[in-house]
Nanobody
Framework: QVQVVESGGGLVQPGGSLRLSCKAS????????LSWYRQAPGKERELVAT????????NYADSVKGRFTISRDNAASTAYLQMNNLKPEDAAVYYC??????????????WGQGTQVTVSS
């Protein structure tokens, strides 16, 4: 069975840090690009960061560049999102998304159920 499970969310004050984890199982993790998305109340889900299959390439939304770092450990089938200097506008449910990169038409992509990040004093 396929599982994508996020963890590490919680309540932090502005300026604080959190590290989110995304542990995957049931598929070949290293053939999937990993992304972190977030969705705040009343807003559409937005892409926060991506990392390529072997972790060579990363990309970030402008809003988090310089503050967030995405990484992955393929041996552990786990991706991470280190979030520093958190701002109230970062508050959202954060989702891990695994995209099959084996072919452009691959459809077996997986979403986690999300982990809540709250930034408040």
């Amino acid at each position: 069975q396929v599982q994508v499970v996020e963890s590490g969310g919680g309540l932090v004050q502005p300026g604080g840090s959190l590290r989110l984890s995304c542990k995957a199982s049931g598929f070949t993790f290293s053939t999937y690009a990993l992304s972190w998305y977030r969705q705040a109340p009343g807003k559409e889900r937005e892409l926060v960061a991506t990392i390529s299959r072997l972790g060579v390439t990363t990309n970030y939304a402008d809003s988090v560049k310089g503050r967030f770092t995405i990484s992955r450990d393929n041996a552990a089938s786990t991706a991470y999102l280190q979030m520093n200097n958190l701002k109230p506008e970062d508050a959202a449910v954060y989702y891990c998304y695994a995209k099959d990169m084996s072919t452009p038409w691959a459809t077996k992509n997986y979403w986690g159920q999300g982990t809540q990040v709250t930034v408040s004093s």
